[in-house]
Structures are given as C-alpha cells and as structure tokens.
C-alpha cells in the first residue's frame, strides 16, 4: 500500500491524528481534508486519491456523498463512526457496498480494511473499464450491421458483399469502419453511390 493516497473527513482532531499516524506507517499519504460533505466531494473530485475515508459526524450528508463517490468510481470508500454507548444500527449502510468502522480503531483493523477496500476498488474499476469497451465494441458492431443492411438493401449485394465494399471504402479513406459506417447511415457519404449501375 506504499504511496497510496486518500482523503479524509473527520471532524475529531485526536481521530484524525490517530488514522493519520496509522496509515503513514504503511507508507499511506493524506493529500486532503475536507470541512464538509460538499468540500469533501469536491476534493476527492479533485485529488482523485484512491481511498476516502468519511467519519459519519462530518457535516453533510455522509451516506449520500459516499454513495456518490462509489457510483462514479472516483476512490474507495471507508465509513468510520464513533464509538457509542448504546450501538444503533446505520439502516441505509445495509445497501451501501462501504464497510463501516467504529473508532477507535486498532492500526492493524484500520490498514487490514483499506487494503481490501482498495484491492476492491480496483478490481471494480477494471471491470468497469473492460464493461465500457465491451459496449462500445457492441455499439461498433451495431452501427457496421445497420450500415451493412442498407448497403445491401440499396446495391442488391449479399451480406459479404456489403461487408467487403465497406472495408474497401474504409480503407480508401483511410477512416474505421465504424466510422463509415456511422456515415454510411446519417446519409453523409458520398463516395459509396451508383453510377451507372456500378458503385463508385
């Protein structure tokens, strides 16, 4: 976990001196503190660190900013709530993928969470990455497909014939396929026309 950054938001000064102390004996940096929840946000937006962690007292609306950084991936999240005498349960946590500590907490709980918050983290943000692709190599195909379709439908071509006039195209142009094909559909190119009978 050496150089790894995060940011803070706690109010309690002696909190944070603790999960300060703790976390730079693993070669952990705090690169920010924040006053409020929408200070808070606005620095993890900023720093883009790969932890923050939020104590529940921090003025604002904790649950909710945790819940934004979560859904656009910007860190991991990790709760801390003061210790009470009479425990009650946080409802809107059981929903919330952050784990929640009490504090105080021991520097080996404290470093053994961020570790597995973080690998988390990662492996979510990869698989977010690679879903995202995915996508956008489906859109790709779906585009090639629709512009494959009139290509066939207005030359009388059979499918390969329409893929392989594409590809040609594609490379007499020096542009993708899919980009092509994006044209090929708004109507906006006009290299792919009859001239009598034949394809231009």
């Known amino acids: 976990m050496d150089g790894l ?3 803070l938001g706690i109010p309690g ?3 944070r001196k603790a999960i300060i102390s703790a976390l730079s004996l693993v070669g952990m940096n705090c690169v920010g503190e924040g006053r409020d929840c929408p200070h808070f946000l606005r620095m993890v937006r900023s720093v883009q660190p790969q932890l923050a962690l939020m104590e529940l007292s921090l003025p604002g609306n904790v649950l909710e900013t945790a819940s934004i950084i979560d859904q656009e991936a910007l ?3 990790l709760l801390l709530e003061k210790q009470k005498r009479e425990p009650k349960p946080v409802p809107a946590l059981r929903e919330s993928p952050n784990m929640l500590l009490s504090l105080p907490v021991s520097d ?11 690998r988390e983290f990662k492996r979510r943000k ?3 990455i690679e879903l995202k692709s995915l996508k956008e190599r489906l859109q790709g195909r779906i585009i090639i497909e629709q512009a494959k379709g009139l290509i066939m439908k207005k030359f009388e071509l059979d499918e390969q014939q329409a893929y392989r006039l594409l590809q040609k195209k594609s490379m007499e ?6 980009k092509l094909a994006l ?6 190119d006009g290299s792919m026309q009859e001239s009598g009978g034949r394809i231009k």
């Open 75 to 77: 860190a991991a999240v």
């Open 5 to 7: 950054e995060y940011c």
């Open 173 to 178: 142009m020096r542009t993708s396929l899919e």
């Open 108 to 118: 080996q709980v404290l470093t053994a969470v961020v570790e597995v918050l973080y």
């Open 183 to 188: 044209a090929v559909i708004r109507g906006k």
């Open 126 to 128: 990869i698989l977010q």
């Open 13 to 15: 000064a002696a909190e």
